[in-house]
């Protein structure tokens, strides 16, 4: 799976409902070995463990003795978004890489401190953000690239009623901060722009089975004043779009469209002004394949450790699109237009 010359032994930390498809996804590469499990129910490690029959390898509910004992090439943090700080900060103290899923934390305080603490101790510290491993994004970003031209516009409509659980039934934000985020940084991929400001709205539906809100509509600006909107629902049942959302990005050659999943992205391109409507031509990207989801962040990360190149992913980048996340939440409880800068703490 990866082009990596030796197996890289993981300790993974979180055996929710995520921490079991890492489970299995470190089990089937062949550049890592799963070397120990953790979570802070010890009970529930223990079940899911012997579930999927991981029968060889250290159990614990600490992550410190768990450190200790495996002593492991690099952590991968599965944990609820609250806990991302601590077992970071915890496994990068101890001298270990860090692939953490997203959201990167639950404050930007805590970010800011998270990217500080790998620059301060050398070590990676990147965020799996899956949805960036997509052929159809992919090739909605080649399209950009060849043949849209820089964005002006670009928009994405995400509508999904899940029956979620675990944390995001009780989190204040749960669409904002849980799942807007990989719209949010798929943006910044498609339009190679970072966040200026933003204006939102969220708010819960009367029927939402969420205690904080599933619903939120933003207008971002980033740089060279590409205008981004996001609609997002995670309470709308029926008439649901993919996982990926659907998206729209206009340049000034012409227009690209992908609908999310194995969608294949078409662009339409101009090619002859003049009349009311311009005609177009239909264009498509080739091939672009990629290890799909968590896979190709695995490959990425396990690279980065053995070539010392820096990822997609790598903390410091992806605090941007956290910064989109908690500028959006805090536009909605202002009820105004704030700056998305808040990465160097602006
Ligand atoms: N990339 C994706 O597509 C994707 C999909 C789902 C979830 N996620 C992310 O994965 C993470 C986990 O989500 P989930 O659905 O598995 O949540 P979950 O609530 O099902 O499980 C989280 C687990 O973390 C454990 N935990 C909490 N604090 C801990 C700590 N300090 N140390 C050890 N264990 C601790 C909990 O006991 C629980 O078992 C979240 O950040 C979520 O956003 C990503």
Redesign the pocket.
């Known amino acids: 799976m990866t082009g990596t010359a030796r197996t890289w032994r993981a300790l993974l930390?979180?055996?929710?409902?995520?921490?079991r498809?890492w489970a299995r996804t470190l089990q089937a590469s062949a550049a890592a070995e799963l070397v120990g499990w953790?979570?802070?129910?010890g009970d529930?490690v223990e079940r899911v463990a012997d579930e999927l029959a991981l029968d060889d390898l250290w159990l614990d509910s600490d992550?410190g003795r768990a450190l200790a004992i495996t002593r492991p090439d690099f952590v991968v943090d599965?944990?609820?978004?609250?806990?991302?700080y601590?077992?970071t900060l915890q496994a990068l103290r101890a001298g270990v890489p860090v692939l953490g899923?997203?959201?990167m934390a639950d404050t930007m305080e805590h970010a800011r401190e998270m990217v500080a603490a790998a620059e301060r101790t050398g070590l990676l510290y990147m965020v799996?953000?899956?949805?960036r491993y997509n052929p159809g994004l992919l090739a909605l970003r080649r399209l950009i690239l060849d043949e849209t031209g820089p964005l002006g516009i670009l928009s994405s409509n995400f509508s999904i009623g899940a029956r979620e659980?675990?944390?995001?039934l009780e989190i204040a934000s749960p669409l904002l901060l849980?799942m807007a985020i990989?719209a949010f940084d798929a943006a910044r991929y498609l339009s190679g722009a970072d966040p200026v400001s933003v204006y939102c709205e969220e708010f819960n539906p009367p029927w939402s089975w969420y205690r904080g809100s599933a619903c939120a509509t933003a207008i971002f600006e980033l740089t060279g004043g590409l205008r981004y909107t996001y609609q997002g629902s995670w309470c709308s049942e029926g008439c649901h779009t993919s996982w990926d959302a659907e998206w729209r990005a206009v340049g000034p050659h012409g227009s690209a469209r992908w609908r999310g999943g194995d969608d294949v992205p078409i662009a339409e391109i101009v090619v002859e002004r003049g009349g009311f409507l311009p005609v177009t031509e239909e264009r498509r990207a080739g091939d672009t394949a990629v290890p799909p989801?968590?896979a190709g962040s695995l490959r990425d990360f396990l690279t980065a450790l053995e070539t010392g190149t820096t990822p997609m992913g790598a903390c410091g980048d992806n605090i941007k699109s956290l910064a989109m996340v908690f500028a959006a939440i805090e536009s909605a409880a202002a009820g105004r237009r704030v700056s998305c800068r808040l990465w160097d703490g602006a």
């Open positions: 930390v979180g055996a929710g409902n995520m921490g498809v953790v979570d802070v129910r529930l992550l599965v944990t609820v978004p609250s806990a991302h601590a077992v899923e997203k959201p799996s953000q899956s949805r659980s675990g944390h995001r849980d990989h989801g968590i």
